[in-house]
């Protein structure tokens, strides 16, 4: 069974560009987690979709962040304009339902220059 | 945001040892308390998890204990293999769907 994917890997662009993440959860999961990671904050979570309805979104950081969810399969995470201090590696993870173990992708790594 | 503090940041065990982390949790609403491994470049991934009603669950060499009184749980590896080296995070959460994670402990398990 595949696990959660996320794209692209890695990701390098320039401050005050736009910036797309992209999550495919596994097949069936109906809970859906956006997490940045950093050394000095660890993981934080951003984000939380139950049947592609955001639930709770106050760990959103600013304005500049935004994520849907169009169905079931699909969720994007953008930032506009991005800038340094967004620099992470943000994780998608998807559970069953949401008292259920959270799986997480493998993460894509983003820098901001 | 309700904390949970993990140590030590880093460990090194000899194979063979036992490796512990601890952990402690500030959130009385917590009801789960997973663990999860991360290796570079990948996700964190479930390793063992428990709730509060029970004092302590083992799965292979890996054990948590919980002391719901003091608000701490531990994790403990039994005979520590070099592929057991990665980052560790415990976490809690209320309904486990809002997980409060620590910082990690990373840990070396040397031959």
């Known amino acids: 069974d595949a696990g959660v994917i996320q794209s692209p890997r890695h990701e390098v662009t320039e401050m005050g560009q736009e910036v797309t993440l992209r999550c495919k959860p596994i097949?069936?999961?109906?809970?859906l987690f956006w997490y940045r990671q950093t050394m000095m904050r660890g993981l934080e979570l951003l984000i939380y979709f139950n049947n592609n309805v955001p639930i709770d979104d106050s760990g959103m950081p600013e304005d500049r962040f935004s994520a849907k969810m169009p169905n079931a399969s699909f969720s994007t995470l953008k930032i506009q304009p991005s800038e340094p201090r967004d620099s992470a590696v943000y994780f998608c993870?998807?559970?069953?339902?949401?008292?259920?173990?959270?799986?997480f992708g493998d993460g894509t790594r983003l820098s901001i220059l | 945001q309700q904390q949970v503090k993990q140590s030590p940041q880093s460990l090194i065990v000899q194979k063979g040892g036992i490796s512990i982390i601890n952990c402690a949790y500030e959130?009385?609403?917590?009801?789960?308390f997973p663990w999860y491994q991360q290796f570079p470049g990948k996700g964190p991934a479930l390793l063992i998890a428990i709730r509060p009603d029970v004092s302590e669950k083992k799965e292979g060499r890996f054990t948590i204990s919980f002391n719901k009184s003091a608000k701490q749980f531990s994790l403990h590896i039994m005979d520590s293999q070099p592929g057991d080296s990665a980052t560790y995070f415990c976490a809690g959460g209320a309904g486990s769907y809002q997980l409060t994670f620590g910082k990690g402990t990373k840990l070396s398990v040397i031959p």
């Open positions: 097949s069936g999961h109906n809970s």
């Open positions: 959130n009385t609403a917590f009801d789960y």
């Open positions: 993870a998807s559970s069953l339902y949401r008292n259920q173990p959270q799986h």
